[in-house]
Nanobody, 126 residues
């Protein structure tokens, strides 16, 4: 069982930066692929970024490439999402998720993830 707790969300002006953190419980964190998803009102949940167990493979949605970086620290059981040059369209609830399957390539499909955090609100004002 893995419990995930996100932090770091908030209100920021367009062009600003935020770093989201997701702290995981459990002894198997280093074996899980991790993903960051977001959901804006009236829209479907989308994968923003994902990272495999070692950090050696990552995925980014086209809408955030060059602006967002996912990373992980297995010693701290934490995954991060550094977001720069934020835009109003980045406004959403951001969720951290863990895939219990050991994959070399992280999946971007929400239904493949077994554990979810409670979400943290990111609001970007124009």
């Amino acid at each position: 069982q893995v419990q995930l707790v996100e932090s770091g969300g908030g209100l920021v002006q367009a062009g600003g930066s935020l770093r989201l953190s997701c702290a995981a419980s459990g002894r198997t964190f280093s074996r899980h692929s991790m993903g960051w998803f977001r959901q804006a009102p009236g829209k479907e949940r989308e994968c923003v970024a994902a990272i495999n167990w070692s950090g050696g493979r990552t995925y980014y949605a086209d809408s955030v490439k060059g602006r967002i970086t996912i990373s992980r620290d297995n010693a701290k059981n934490t995954v991060y999402l550094q977001m720069n040059s934020l835009k109003p369209e980045d406004t959403a609830v951001y969720y951290c998720a863990a895939d219990s399957k050991f994959n070399l390539v992280p999946t971007t499909e929400a239904h493949e993830y077994d554990y979810w955090g409670q979400g943290t609100q990111v609001t970007v004002s124009s």
